[in-house]
């Protein structure tokens, strides 16, 4: 969509800003440089460069929805950061299988360009979402670190009222990347992406250990994913 019909992800954005979002999350979640390379034939550059517009579509969005409304609210842009498995498009961002082979510095050697790109097009801060394990959320942790001036979120995927998608405990989890975070850059940790039945119970154990820290929480509608369907 970034390479071939920007202007519906304008379309998109806009709909989030006509029924009040604060918040734009760019068009970035399941893009990476290798898969642009791959699937698109393009240059690393090109593909830098579609990154950046991700976050060049969020903005004019803003800017058409200021011009229409004379909305004068602060708005934000976050720079998506899905998982490594949401760029294998295979589903795995939903178990976190790919964590039990895969080193903490392969999964920061791979996330640190498309985070690059995000900064560089100047993104307010980063969604770290779709997480499926705390493997995962600790390499996002130690990349932070190399980015003092930016701030992030980061929230789980869970199949489960409990449990990460790669059955780990969700409060253990989350208490582990927060102590990992680097001071004043994480704003607020939850999950997303999670069957909406189960948001209230992860939450709850969330907060019996994050002694008030701020939480986010955005699951699905409630549809069931059918690889066939759709």
Not at 23 to 36: K, V
Not at 157 to 166: D, E, L
Request: proline share 5%; with cysteine.
């Amino acid at each position: 969509m970034l390479h071939k019909n920007p202007d519906a992800i304008v379309r998109v954005h806009d709909k989030y800003l006509a029924n009040g979002a604060e918040i734009i999350i760019t068009a970035s979640y399941q893009a990476s440089i290798p898969g642009f390379q791959k699937h698109l034939g393009v240059t690393s550059e090109k593909s830098k460069e579609l990154l950046k517009s991700s976050v060049e579509l969020a903005r004019k969005a803003i800017r058409e929805h200021r011009n229409k409304t004379k909305e004068t609210k602060e708005i934000f842009v976050a720079g998506s950061v899905g998982s490594y498995g949401a760029a294998l498009a295979d589903g795995s961002e939903y178990t976190g299988d790919y964590c039990d082979i895969i080193t903490h510095e392969e999964l920061i050697s791979w996330h640190r360009p498309r985070i690059e790109c995000l900064i560089d097009a100047g993104v307010d801060l980063l969604a770290f979402e779709t997480i499926p394990s705390v493997k995962e959320g600790e390499a996002l942790m130690k990349l932070l670190k190399e980015f003092p001036n930016v701030k992030a979120w980061l929230s789980f995927s869970c199949q489960s009222m409990h449990q990460t998608s790669h059955k780990e405990d969700i409060a253990t989890s989350a208490l582990t990347c927060m102590k990992m975070a680097p001071p004043g850059q994480l704003v607020a940790i939850g999950v997303n992406c999670c069957p909406p039945e189960f948001a209230k119970s992860l939450l709850k154990d969330i907060g019996a250990v994050s002694n008030g820290f701020p939480l986010i929480v955005y699951p699905n509608s409630g549809e069931k994913w059918d690889t066939n369907e759709g």
